[in-house]
């Protein structure tokens, strides 16, 4: 069988409208799916994004809206859809947790579970968190009686609920994370860390994982008893294997692409996917993912961005005023992938006047200049490799022989898009360094003509490796690149990224 590569966002929550960090995500994912299609083929790699659409959160969100819940979430669903379009986002599929095919999955789950003697029926009495959706014990909240995750007040909550045995299977967890043979299974290692810490010091409770329908009734129901409906965040979780595989009449788990290669997340859901995700596979005898990668957040004058807070940024907002390409390249270049990183618009801009117009955009028009003045807008035919330059010329040679390795070892290793970028934008200033050192006007009035012809072409090569290497970051900048540099003759068009002019610097 060959080799496959399944990658996933999380499912996106439909109680609000998309932010910077959802795009954050799934900007991430887009690129190593692209990057993946490169070497495996398209029809080996599998890119999952999706929302998801139960919970009292979205029923209370739709009562405010004055909708049902399902109108509601289909309404908020095609502002995702329409997002990932503009991001030009090339997901395989989109799950949403309303459909049958995952509502039917769910329930399967749960019969299995449930048969299995994983689920049981008990009474719950402790602090509950809303904007979570999460309940926490006593212990817990004691330090001012809020919730632990996002600080805001619980409300004590006696009801009786179905429980799953997480506390049962929290050795099988410890040990599969420490086993040598899985230390990328939590990334970054900080992370890791972090989960072991917590499951050192807590011991795990069993897991609430059903709602009374009279307190919460949009959700799936559970198999065994109609009367509750599923915990959000148990229904959501299984959208990974829901979306490609089944269980058999053996309740066996079928699937030609799990187990997933990666999970990208935010570190906010870290405790979720990296304690209850692998556990509820355990109990179904499915194996767990390969990787789960928790990156950080992006910061707003040192305040965590989200809708809650009054702070999000809309990314159309951002595409439009600078572009697709320049979003997708300032999200994954600025900080190293993983950490938290400080958003604004002078962040961007400066990137852009850096990076994008001074360096590539300047490195192509310049060289189609040259080759429509020297060569009338013909590339001259000549393999650079053939050709004996000095060692800076050199340098660029193996450089560019060399750039795929570079790129997309950091990539394919540890997801390292900053440093992959690094590495396309030192052989972009080397030959931008080479053109002010050789000075080829100089080579033009000295009649250098074999000298003049070499170096040209050496910068095209150096431009169609750089548009080769960075298509899956900058899908419409790789293209456009590619279409004025053309194969035989070029087809110049105006700057690629015109400077940005900063009025008021000083204020």
Known sequence: MSKKFYITTP?????????????????????????????????????????????????????????????????????????WKVLNISYNDFIRTTEERHTAFVKKALEILYKREDIYESKYEGW?????????????????????????????????????????????????IKDPANVKFI?????KNEVL???????????????????????????????????????????????????????????????????????DILRQHAIYWPIMLHALGIEPPKTIFAHGWWMINDDKMSKSRG???????????????????????????GLDGSFSEEAIIKRFNSDLANDLGNLLYRTLTMVEKYYQGSIPQIEINKIKFDQAGEDIKKTISTLEDQVYTPLAINFEFSLSLEKIWELINMANKYVEE???WNLAKE?????????????????????EV?????????????????????????????RIEIKNPNL
Not at 187 to 191: E, V
Not at 198 to 220: A, H, M, V
Not at 447 to 467: G, M, W
Request: include cysteine; charged fraction near 20%.
């Open 11 to 83: 499912l996106y929550y439909v109680n609000a409208s998309a932010h910077i960090g959802h795009s954050y995500t799934t900007i991430a994912a887009d690129t190593l799916a692209r990057y993946q299609r490169r070497l495996l083929g398209e029809e080996n790699v599998w890119l999952l994004t999706g929302t998801d659409e139960h919970g009292q959160k979205i029923q209370k969100a739709a009562q405010e809206a004055g909708l049902k819940p399902l109108a509601f979430a289909n309404k908020v669903v095609l502002t995702f859809k329409d997002l």
């Open 438 to 440: 050789t000075k080829p």
């Open 470 to 498: 960075i298509s899956p970051f900058m899908p419409n900048t790789a293209a456009s690149i590619k279409e004025q540099i053309g194969q035989d003759t070029i087809n110049k068009g105006k700057p690629l990224f015109p």
């Open 128 to 176: 509950y968190c809303t904007p979570c959706e999460s309940f926490w014990t006593e212990p817990q909240v004691a330090q001012g009686g809020v919730c632990p995750d996002c600080s805001r007040p619980v409300e004590k909550i006696a009801e009786t609920s179905y429980f799953f045995k997480l506390e049962k299977y929290q050795d099988w967890l410890v040990n599969h």
């Open 187 to 191: 990334l970054p290692s900080a992370r």
């Open 447 to 467: 009649n250098k003509t074999d000298e003049l012809k070499s170096f040209i072409r050496l910068l095209v090569d150096v431009i169609r490796e750089v548009a």
């Open 311 to 337: 702070n999000a940024v809309n990314p159309i907002d951002m595409v439009n005023k600078f572009g697709i390409d320049v979003y997708r390249y300032f999200l994954l270049r600025d900080v190293p992938f």
């Open 197 to 267: 810490k917590f499951l050192e010091i807590n011991k795990l409770t069993d897991l609430c994982i059903s709602r009374p329908k009279e307190r919460l009734s949009w959700g799936i129901p559970l198999p065994f008893n109609p009367n509750h409906v599923t915990y959000v965040w148990f229904d959501a979780l299984l959208n990974y294997i829901s979306a490609v595989g089944a269980f058999n009449s053996e309740d066996r788990y079928i699937s030609k692409w799990w187990p997933a290669d990666l999970h990208l997340i935010g570190k």
